[in-house]
T-cell receptor, first 114, second 105 residues
Framework: NAGVTQTPKFQVLKTGQSMTLQCAQD?????MSWYRQDPGMGLRLIHY???????DQGEVPNGYNVSRSTTEDFPLRLLSAAPSQTSVYFC?????????????FGEGSRLTVL | AQRVTQPEKLLSVFKGAPVELKCNYSYSGSPELFWYVQYSRQRLQLLLRHISRESIKGFTADLNKGETSFHLKKPFAQEEDSAMYYC???????FGAGTRLTVKP
């Protein structure tokens, strides 16, 4: 099992450009989520999904879109990148969102917006 | 509103000394709390969860509902414990700001 796979690992964008961060998991997890990690701010939840076709907003959803067409994939889209979106992004998945289930994380994607 | 507070951004101890990483939470219901750890060049991973009442790598954490705390403790720190530690709270897995622990030789 590869677990949670994120691509790309590194990306540099110019302000206003768009891009998609890919996330895939091969553990048949229903729950998937995206976090951003910033110094002094910890991990902040951007969007999450409890199953295919179902998504919801987290703490900091503005500027990001998601969709969940399959159980395996949960891409994160930046429609018009801003310098404030410079961060490290983590995708995570879990068997279900409650009951003490463990979150499994990807390796992270470091995004720089100039 | 849900909130997780880790008051110390940085914590430094000597090898063999006790260590306590603080976590306070705000939650109206019955909380589920976790500690996650990120070692250098490794993925974030679960360290322990309060419902398991387990000890992992010598670490323990007790839920204190009266003080709304879930502090992580280890009696004798090791150099390999140096890492970033995050406290997290259900329902939407809200994380604290993290504490970077450095264990000096």
């Amino acid at each position: 099992n590869a677990g949670v796979t994120q691509t790309p690992k590194f990306q540099v964008l110019k302000t206003g450009q768009s891009m998609t961060l890919q996330c895939a998991q091969d553990m048949n997890h229903e729950y998937m989520s995206w976090y951003r990690q910033d110094p002094g701010m910890g991990l902040r939840l951007i969007h999450y999904s409890v199953g295919a076709g179902i998504t919801d907003q987290g703490e900091v959803p503005n500027g990001y879109n998601v969709s969940r067409s399959t159980t395996e994939d949960f891409p994160l889209r930046l429609l018009s990148a801003a310098p404030s979106q410079t961060s490290v992004y983590f995708c995570a998945s879990s068997y279900y969102p409650s009951g003490g289930a463990e979150l499994f994380f990807g390796e992270g994607s470091r995004l720089t917006v100039l | 509103a849900q909130r997780v507070t880790q008051p110390e951004k940085l914590l430094s101890v000597f090898k063999g000394a006790p260590v306590e990483l603080k976590c306070n939470y705000s939650y109206s219901g019955s909380p589920e709390l976790f500690w996650y750890v990120q070692y250098s060049r490794q993925r974030l991973q679960l360290l322990l969860r309060h419902i398991s009442r387990e000890s992992i790598k010598g670490f323990t954490a007790d839920l204190n509902k009266g003080e709304t705390s879930f502090h992580l403790k280890k009696p004798f720190a090791q150099e390999e414990d140096s890492a970033m530690y995050y406290c997290a709270l259900r329902d939407d897995m809200r994380f604290g700001a993290g504490t970077r622990l450095t264990v000096k030789p």
